[in-house]
């Protein structure tokens, strides 16, 4: 037995021996952590813009708009209380209005009114009211938006006057509702799914539900561990949370099918259930622990990135899987020798000569023509990845509409139909003047006049047309030095003012563009590329920021920069791009060294990283065909092609490592062809079932995701269970059999394995093959 053996063993016999103090430990730390630290759900952040560096040219425009639109570096932030009827507002509606007002100023957290906008139709009020939220607490955020629709009652609103929350604020709040209810789904069905697939391949009730348990145990940890470090500071995605779960569940799973499978096996050799048990952990302990040691040195690979999102998610996922690594080589084998032979009821385990089966004449056939099968198998998957050059990323800057039903979808739509110049999720044109432009508003013209000869912009809405109703440089001087900040004034004119209707409101509004002290501007605007979400839009991006910074230039502002979610995307499409290409070298790196120290070769890990590379590359283009050319989309989330490499390139080798150490055992008794066949077809239930649940689990994802980000995560889902379900059914069938018999002994060089396998094939030539058509071969 090598030292790793050996230090297996061990672990072993302690595990089997203190099997009841191993199950009450692992509840003990499941009570006490399930007590102690918050869920994971509650530390969620649905917005990606707030991963970027605040370096990223889009974050550095969004806090110098601070004072106007909220956030940065002043953690204020606004909350849009819109209140509309049918018909016209009438006067009781007006003083309803001011009531609510009046309620929203106490609320706790409010830091005032930023500005009061009715409507060009009469039908509608906006009042945009500051409020003091931590950056990306959405707990905190939740709470200011259920204080606030708590004010509602305290109106007195009269009957047809509705009252709605709108904007980021109340629509994050809205989206982090749905993406718990998306995750508790998630969760719920991949428990089913698995347990069915389960109960299908053991026919074996107990069995079923011990190979899960620890899994389903690691979640919970999980969360609450994870929930912890998010309380701490640690930025955690709503993908995070989706990817926790079935990696958690899916991978989790397949390494309990590693060793059940391992353990029935040992049992139909005649061995008692604790032997069964001790000689199954050693056997594949350093499988199940080298395939997560590749998922947890790719995920830890993330914490080089710059992008927040994929810094912030390497570790909770590094984290979920070395809690499921431990309860899997504890836990699970503390079970197994706990009900023995009992857990496969009410299937009878006999001792007794054992059938390779279907994967084993599969095997038999294919590497009959090595070369051949290389060769298909490597002009099938380039096909796919050819496919994969029509990707195009778009972008993913996280939920910005809300889910339909919820209040804020209402509030939203509320604005759409009556402001539809500040609610059509425009680009943000943000300047910053030495000194305050509300008296001597020329420069504005100038920046308005530059801007709108530029062709990029569709609409343009700034301080001297802000709610349709456009006002002279001269009458906005005049208006302010008779009015003062816009943002003070109240809902209705004073009786003492003498300043038209329109006037007034139109001013009033004025308040949402340009700040108190009159330095900071913004005009908001629609571009000709399309809508923010677009891809057109996110990669016009340059141009909008040239056409930006000319404008500062001649209106004389010291400061300029494009805020929205075009502008954001852009930033976090680049960012993305930078990372891929940073990780991908450094991963392959790591990995390789891994594999080469596992197989104790640096000849099979080679040919192991090339076929999960022909992998990925063939998933992205299935994900490719799959929604650009078939389903008609502009571009894939930019997400995925990072996800899919960090995951595939990982989890993919889980069974290539399942299949060599195998091969690597069987071929220390036996010639390598018979080794590649023997270990194909005792691997084959094991990484069938693998790989079905693996990838089922992320089918689940394009089942059961739901919320604003539903068509982002079913892309990544599918594309993941693609690059599963080849490695499994092709890459561990075709390529890596294939590859080693055409290797030969140089797939162990330079271990003394491959001296050894120059000695089985002397012995093949004077004694029969154990397969039929080796013979006639």
Do not use: C
């Not at 700040?515 to 501007?521: E, H, P, Q």
């Amino acid at each position: 037995m090598s030292s790793i053996d050996k230090t297996f063993e061990t672990l072993a016999r302690a595990v089997v021996r203190f099997r009841w103090l191993v199950v009450a430990f692992w509840l003990v730390v499941a009570i006490a952590v399930s007590g102690a630290f918050p869920s994971l759900s509650s530390e969620v952040n649905n917005d990606n813009s707030a991963f970027l560096r605040a370096s990223a040219p889009s974050t550095k425009a969004a806090n110098l708009a601070a004072p106007l639109l909220g956030g940065g570096a002043g953690k204020t932030t606004t909350v849009q209380v819109v209140a509309s009827r049918p018909g016209k507002l009438t006067p009781a509606d007006l003083a309803a209005i001011q009531r609510e007002a009046a309620a929203v100023r106490k609320v706790p957290g409010v830091l005032g009114l930023g500005g009061v906008e009715v409507s060009s139709d009469g039908q509608a009020v906006e009042l945009r009211v500051r409020v003091n939220a931590a950056r990306n607490d959405i707990a905190s955020d939740k709470t200011i938006v259920d204080d606030l629709e708590n004010t509602f009652t305290s109106a007195g609103a009269p009957a047809g006057l509705q009252l709605h929350l709108a904007g980021q604020i109340a629509t994050a709040v809205a989206n982090q509702a749905s993406s718990n209810r998306s995750g508790n789904e998630v969760q719920l069905f991949s428990f089913l799914f698995i347990i069915v697939l389960l109960l299908l391949v053991f026919r074996a009730p107990l069995a079923a539900i011990v190979t899960l348990l620890p899994s389903g145990l690691a979640l919970l940890l999980s969360l609450r561990v994870i929930g912890e470090l998010g309380a701490h500071g640690l930025e955690i995605s709503s993908i995070t949370q989706v990817l926790l779960i079935v990696l958690l569940l899916g991978a989790g799973t397949d390494y309990g099918l590693f060793l059940v499978f391992r353990v029935r096996e040992e049992l139909r050799e005649g061995r008692s259930g604790h032997d069964a048990v001790v000689r199954a952990l050693v056997r594949v302990g350093e499988s199940i622990t080298a395939s997560a040691g590749t998922v947890i040195l790719a995920l830890l690979t993330l914490l080089l990135t710059t992008f927040g999102l994929y810094h912030d998610l390497g570790l909770p996922l590094a984290i979920g899987m070395a809690i499921m690594l431990s309860l899997g080589l504890t836990l699970l084998p503390a079970l197994l020798a706990i009900f023995g032979r009992a857990v496969f009821w009410p299937s009878k385990i006999k001792p007794g000569p054992q059938r390779d089966g279907l994967w084993a004449r599969i095997a038999a056939r294919l590497v009959r023509r090595p070369a051949l099968t290389l060769g298909i198998g490597a002009a099938g998957f380039l096909a796919l990845a050819a496919v994969a050059l029509g990707y195009s990323s778009s972008g993913f800057g996280g939920a910005t509409s809300a889910p339909s039903g919820s209040d804020a979808a209402a509030g939203n739509a509320t604005l759409a139909a009556h402001f539809p110049q500040t609610s059509s999720n425009p680009a943000n044109l943000v300047f910053e003047y030495p000194q305050s432009v509300a008296g001597s508003p020329d420069a504005l013209v100038t920046a308005y006049d530059s801007l709108r000869s530029s062709g990029q912009f569709t609409a343009i809405s700034g301080p001297l047309d802000p709610n349709g109703t456009a006002l002279a440089p001269s009458r906005y001087s005049q208006l302010a030095a008779q009015l003062g900040p816009p943002g003070q004034l109240p809902v209705r004119e004073p009786a003492s003012l003498s300043v038209p209707r329109t006037d007034y409101n139109a001013y009033r509004a004025s308040a949402q563009y340009i700040s108190s002290d009159g330095r900071i501007v913004q005009f908001e605007a629609s571009l000709a590329a399309g809508s923010q979400a677009s891809t057109a839009a996110m990669n016009a991006t340059p141009t909008i920021r040239d056409v930006v910074e000319r404008a500062a230039n001649r209106s004389g502002a010291v400061q300029s920069g494009v805020a929205g979610e075009a502008a954001a995307s852009y930033d976090i499409s680049t960012t993305a791009n930078h990372d891929l290409k940073l990780i991908v070298p450094i991963a392959i790196l790591a990995i390789g060294l891994l594999l080469a120290l596992v197989l104790r070769s640096p000849i099979a890990p080679l040919y192991l990283i090339v076929s999960v590379l022909l992998s990925y590359l063939a998933a992205l283009g299935v994900a490719t065909l799959a929604f650009i050319d078939i389903g008609g989309d502009s571009g894939i989330s930019f997400f995925l092609p990072f996800l899919m490499f960090v995951f595939l390139f990982a989890l993919g080798e889980d069974y290539n490592i399942l299949v060599m150490t195998r091969i690597r055992e069987e071929a220390r008794e036996l010639p390598l062809r018979e080794a590649v066949i023997r270990a194909v077809g005792r691997t084959g239930s094991t990484v069938t079932s693998a790989g079905l649940i693996l990838g089922g689990t992320f089918i689940v994802l394009t089942v059961a995701s739901s919320g604003a980000e539903a068509s982002q995560v079913r892309a990544i889902g599918l594309g993941l269970a693609a690059g599963v379900l080849m490695d499994t059914f092709l890459v561990r069938t075709l390529l890596v059999p294939a590859t080693v018999i055409l290797l030969g002994r140089w797939n162990w060089w330079p271990s003394s394995m491959s001296r050894a396998e120059v000695r089985h094939r002397a012995e093949a030539h004077v004694r029969p093959t154990a397969d039929p058509s080796e013979a006639r071969s």
